[in-house]
T-cell receptor
Framework: DQQVKQNSPSLSVQEGRISILNCDYT??????FLWYKKYPAEGPTFLIS?????DKNEDGRFTVFLNKSAKHLSLHIVPSQPGDSAVYFC?????????????FGKGTKLSVKP | GAGVSQSPSNKVTEKGKDVELRCDPI?????LYWYRQSLGQGLEFLIY????????KSGLPSDRFSAERTGGSVSTLTIQRTQQEDSAVYLC?????????????FGEGSRLTVL
């Protein structure tokens, strides 16, 4: 049973436009959410996070939105740049949870075209 | 070093051989994770160590896989009698702070190819 779902395996966006990556979760116990970015042949790197007490967190071009009632979060990248092309993983966490308190989605491959 | 270090970065082995993959977490990080990523797939959880607690081995795919963490620091993932389906990138990550919070810091991964 997938507790964290990224239903779009890929997304293609034009440079300068907004990229919206979506993530849904099923476990209402999750209280902390993270996004990671992964380039080929590299380990994932942390991008941005949000606590369940907030509904929005912004860091430069990256904003994460959390809708707890819908159990949905999204990552917005504005404006998108070719260097943003990577696989983006959503992750959810709570103390006492399984898999080391952290569950990853399967990732969405973002391609930003010049 | 400052980051999570994994070795070897690349390993090619023959089917049936044993392999050992090593992870040096960030100093002071009490939590250590192993994941693997097969071609075109997401991150597959393998095992989790937290301090002196018993590890969470629920993600290990078979009894050919084992891992240990000595002295609360370095970890070794061992795959016995490797199979071709074991070919993947094996990623190690560490984290500080309370369980359930904070970001993971990943290593560059060990790419395993089983011929």
């Amino acid at each position: 049973d997938q507790q964290v779902k990224q239903n779009s395996p890929s997304l293609s966006v034009q440079e300068g436009r907004i990229s919206i990556l979506n993530c849904d979760y099923t476990n209402s116990m999750f209280d902390y959410f993270l996004w990671y970015k992964k380039y080929p042949a590299e380990g994932p790197t942390f991008l941005i996070s949000i606590s369940s007490i907030k509904d929005k967190n912004e860091d430069g071009r990256f904003t994460v939105f959390l809708n707890k009632s819908a159990k949905h979060l999204s990552l917005h990248i504005v404006p998108s740049q070719p260097g943003d092309s990577a696989v983006y993983f959503c992750a959810a966490s709570y103390y006492g949870g399984s898999q080391g308190n952290l569950i990853f989605g399967k990732g969405t491959k973002l391609s930003v075209k010049p | 070093g400052a980051g999570v270090s994994q070795s070897p970065s690349n390993k090619v082995t023959e089917k049936g051989k044993d392999v050992e993959l090593r992870c040096d977490p960030i100093s002071g990080h009490t939590a250590l994770y192993w994941y693997r990523q097969s071609l075109g797939q997401g991150l597959e959880f393998l095992i989790y160590f937290q301090g002196n607690s018993a590890p969470d081995k629920s993600g290990l795919p078979s009894d050919r896989f084992s891992a240990e963490r000595t002295g609360g620091s370095v970890s070794t993932l061992t795959i016995q009698r490797t199979q071709q389906e074991d070919s993947a990138v094996y990623l190690c990550a560490s984290r500080s702070g309370q369980p359930g919070t904070g970001e993971l810091f990943f290593g560059e991964g060990s790419r395993l190819t089983v011929l």
